[in-house]
């Protein structure tokens, strides 16, 4: 079965600092990997997700994910955080065959200091 | 567009008293899932249909029920509540899975707060 790991629990980062973000999956076949973002007292959103092709995947808000096949992983990176990025941000992969469910990491807190 | 709508926003239930949280979706996906969310240990997914009149568990079933007798509705019931189903509950949406792009991007709720006392 599919599974997440995300090892920061918790964050916390100066504005203007570089942001990495550690995800590592366990499946071994194909997947498509998702990260949400959860601002405080919102709902999920897509922040990327990687599907196929080029593994470097850039999404909103200046974030980027680089897909690593051979170390199951797919981190989060941003050079230089914002106070607005303070957020909860998730992990997600879904193998891309049979009857397999979007499995989410338990998230990371992050939160920027001013 | 309205996307996920959940009712309500917050609750407040005591123990044994039963309820259902509410979630409709206006994109006509067929994929619809509930997640709980509690701290430090991400989603959790409760249950999903994959179309009308079809439902299935996910990895934490025990304690709910759903039913999905339209593409737009997905109703999660509480029957007897119990302290630990104190959660964020989260209702999703997808049009579907499987390798095209768009197919496992999942549009969520803006979240139920239940709380069990």
């Known amino acids: 079965a599919q599974s997440v790991s995300q090892h920061n629990h918790h964050v916390i980062l100066s504005e203007a600092a570089s942001l990495e973000l550690g995800c590592n999956y366990s499946?071994?076949?194909?997947?498509?990997l998702f990260w949400y973002v959860q601002y405080p007292g919102q709902h999920l959103q897509l922040l990327l997700k990687?599907?196929?092709?080029?593994?470097l995947v850039k999404g909103i808000k200046g974030f980027e994910a680089e897909f690593i096949k051979s170390k199951f992983s797919f981190n989060l990176r941003k050079p230089s955080v914002q106070w607005s990025d303070t957020a909860e941000y998730f992990c997600?992969?879904?193998?891309?065959?049979?009857?397999?469910?979007?499995?989410f990491g338990t998230g990371t807190r992050l939160t920027i200091i001013p | 567009n309205a996307g996920v709508t959940q009712t309500p926003k917050f609750r407040i239930l005591k123990i044994g008293q039963s309820m259902t949280l509410q979630c409709t979706q206006d994109?006509?996906?067929?994929?619809m899932y509930w997640y709980r969310q509690d701290p430090g240990m991400g989603l959790k997914l409760i249950y999903y249909?994959?179309?009308?009149?079809?439902?299935d568990k996910g990895e934490v079933p025990n304690g709910y029920n759903v039913s999905r007798s339209t593409t737009e509705d997905f109703p999660l019931r509480l029957e007897l509540a119990a302290p630990s189903q104190t959660s964020v509950y989260f209702c999703?949406?997808?049009?579907?899975?499987?390798?095209?792009?768009?197919?496992?991007?999942?549009?969520f709720g803006a979240g139920s707060r239940l709380t069990v006392l």
């Open positions: 999703a949406s997808s049009y579907g899975t499987g390798s095209s792009s768009g197919a496992n991007v999942l549009t």
């Open positions: 499946y071994g076949g194909t997947v498509n």
């Open positions: 990687y599907f196929s092709g080029d593994p």
């Open positions: 997600a992969v879904i193998a891309n065959f049979g009857n397999e469910k979007l499995t």
């Open positions: 994109m006509n996906h067929n994929y």
């Open positions: 249909s994959v179309g009308a009149g079809i439902t």
